[in-house]
């Protein structure tokens, strides 16, 4: 018992020295918290208008910005992968707001497509494409329906924060 107390006693000790030398260090040297109102892409390559196309940045015609297509578009999967016959290749569609004009970026492209609707419940169109709505967007490209999205949910997404039954 007695040798269990003297090695309790330097464990203690040895917590002790160790506390004193972390309290007591000099921390101005380590390296400071630098802040910028600068946004930072990562990457070195850029396109002709500046999007940094290893981050995954593609020019929006609409938007007049650099833009993830991937995180701000509507996702149109492949009819191949969707019957499970292919690698993952979606294509992507931004819409004008109040407008009639969508943005359709497709996969292994480095320039986005433009279409138009003539009537507010009517396609897009530009030449062979063709972006309409039913029960989900559905984008041909002629006569052949090439990509699809998923169903689309009219009504409220998201809960609220009033109580039930009120």
């Not at 040895?14 to 506390?19: A, D, I, R």
Request: aromatic fraction near 8%; proline fraction near 2%.
């Amino acid at each position: 018992m007695h040798l269990m107390n003297k090695i309790l006693l330097l464990f203690v000790a040895g917590c002790f020295l160790q506390s004193c030398d972390f309290i007591m260090k000099d921390r101005s040297d380590d390296e400071a918290d630098i802040t910028t109102d600068k946004k930072v892409q990562l990457g070195t390559d850029k396109d002709k208008n500046g999007c940094v196309t290893s981050a995954g940045y593609k020019w929006s015609q609409l938007r007049k910005e650099c833009i993830r297509a991937f995180e701000e578009g509507y996702r149109l999967n492949s009819i191949d992968q969707l019957e499970g016959e292919s690698i993952v290749k979606s294509a992507f569609v931004i819409f004008e707001d109040d407008g009639d004009k969508a943005e359709l970026f497709l996969p292994d492209t480095e320039t986005s497509v433009i279409l138009h609707r003539d009537s507010k419940n009517g396609p897009y169109v530009n030449g062979q494409w063709k972006l309409h709505k039913q029960d989900s967007y559905k984008l041909q490209k002629g006569s052949q329906i090439l990509y699809a999205g998923a169903k689309i949910e009219e009504g409220q997404i998201t809960g609220d924060d009033k109580p039930e039954g009120i």
